[in-house]
């Protein structure tokens, strides 16, 4: 029986070795904070070529910890205990959010949005060079969901901005209290997202928890920015495009991861088979 044991402790670590050298999430609840560089259109202006976009940007995950449950199915706190950290734990996490459009009249949301989506990548320090966040958005998009430096690596996920977090309008996804202004902004949004399943990535089973419950149901992961003007990304031939910077606090639940799952699974069968070749001798 040792020598089954030992030879499954073999396998185990083969196949970890081959594995992909992201981060693997805990389960159970996660707080991420993240810091990035964004580009806001006002005035009927648009970040993108549908003439529909008003914001995106690029993001660096700092750090990554456990959290504890504040208010069930609401509201997590973090609990100190970090597991990921940029740049130490063997990569970097990075992302785009992108496709955010302007949302409908709402008398609780000063700056409504809807729509949008956030792509995260692990980028993986051993094979590829470390990302800053850039000075200028010079050179940084190179196309609808495609930035340099953000956007490569492992596909970890796809989440869309759902609805819920505006009472005055469910069809928005965003719910800004400041109106972006060339004379200096800073102010905070908030959010629900949901793991986009028809783009799957290495973590997208995992943040699919659907733990998150508003009015118009469940959803995946829970966040709450601040957004403060940075002229060094306004774009430099159209003054209604502004540059802010933005930090993140996130909220996810992961479930157990399912490779780890499926690995399981298929030790015991291996274990099943090595016993019945044993009863037989």
């Known amino acids: 029986m040792k020598k089954i044991l030992a030879a499954l402790a073999v396998a185990f670590t083969s196949l970890s070795a081959t594995a992909a050298p992201a981060t693997l999430l805990p389960s159970g609840g996660i707080y991420l904070k993240y810091t990035g560089q964004e580009q806001i259109a006002i005035n009927g202006a648009s970040t993108w070529t549908d003439g529909k976009e008003i914001n995106w940007g690029v993001f660096v995950v700092s750090t990554m910890e456990t959290a504890d449950v504040n208010t069930s199915r609401d509201q997590l706190?973090?609990?100190?205990?970090?597991?990921?950290?940029?740049?130490?734990?063997?990569?970097?996490?990075?992302?785009?959010?992108y496709?955010?459009?302007?949302?409908?009249?709402?008398?609780?949301?000063?700056?409504?949005?809807?729509?949008?989506?956030?792509?995260?990548?692990?980028?993986?320090?051993?094979?590829m060079s470390a990302t800053s966040l850039t000075g200028t958005a010079n050179n940084v998009r190179c196309g609808y969901n495609c930035a340099n430096g953000y956007t490569e690596g492992t596909f970890l996920a796809r989440l869309y901005f759902d609805t819920g977090m505006d009472t005055g309008n469910k069809l928005n996804t965003i719910v800004g209290n400041t109106v972006p202004s060339s004379n200096g902004f800073s102010g905070e949004a908030d959010s629900y997202a949901s793991v986009d399943m028809s783009k799957v990535g290495l973590w997208s089973e995992q943040l699919n928890s659907d733990y998150f419950l508003n009015s118009e149901g469940a959803r995946d992961l829970r966040f709450k920015n601040s957004y403060n003007y940075n002229r060094n990304w306004n774009n430099k031939t159209n003054s209604n495009i502004l540059g802010a910077r933005v930090d993140d606090p996130g909220q996810a639940v992961a479930l157990p991861e399912p490779g780890a799952l499926s690995l399981m699974g298929l030790a015991m069968i291996g274990m099943g088979a090595a016993l019945r070749r044993r009863s037989r001798k």
Do not use: V
């Open 99 to 127: 496709g955010i459009e302007a949302g409908a009249y709402s008398p609780t949301n000063p700056f409504p949005a809807t729509k949008g989506y956030m792509d995260l990548y692990w980028r993986d320090l051993d094979k």
């Open 77 to 97: 706190d973090p609990s100190g205990d970090i597991f990921f950290a940029n740049k130490l734990s063997g990569g970097q996490i990075t992302g785009m959010f």
